[in-house]
């Protein structure tokens, strides 16, 4: 069973910056790819950013792009994500999740959609104020 956990949240005051954490464990990870999703109160889960685990092709969502930067250590079995000049807007619980499947398809479409990934983490609060 994979597990995924977060950390790295927290309250930040717009214009800073945050790095996020993911680690997981369970299996090996080579066919997989690790995205990040957020999701505001009252809002659609929303895809942020991804990067697949043995070719390391990174896909980034229109909304943060240019803000955004996701990174994989294989030694440690970790997805980051580094976020810059944030904005109240980028206030959600965001997580982390895994496609154990990711072979079957390398479009964005595909790797940006929830319903492509199979396993979730408990999510970790960010939120930004101006």
């Known amino acids: 069973q994979v597990q995924l956990v977060e950390s790295g949240g927290g309250v930040m005051q717009a214009g800073g910056s945050l790095k996020l954490s993911c680690v997981a464990s369970?299996?090996?990870?080579?066919?997989?790819?690790m995205g990040w999703f957020r999701q505001a109160p009252g809002k659609e889960r929303e895809f942020v950013a991804a990067?697949?685990?043995?070719?390391?092709?990174?896909y980034y969502a229109d909304s943060v792009k240019g803000r955004v930067t996701i990174s994989r250590d294989k030694d440690k079995d970790t997805v980051y994500l580094q976020m810059v000049s944030l904005k109240p807007e980028d206030t959600a619980v965001y997580y982390c999740?895994?496609?154990?499947?990711?072979?079957?398809?390398?479009?964005?479409?595909?790797?940006?959609?929830?319903?492509?990934?199979?396993?979730w983490g408990q999510g970790t609060q960010v939120t930004v104020f101006s």
């Open positions: 990067v697949r685990w043995t070719t390391g092709r990174i």
């Open positions: 369970g299996r090996t990870f080579s066919s997989f790819a």
């Open positions: 999740a895994a496609d154990r499947r990711a072979y079957l398809s390398d479009t964005y479409s595909h790797t940006s959609a929830p319903g492509t990934y199979d396993y």
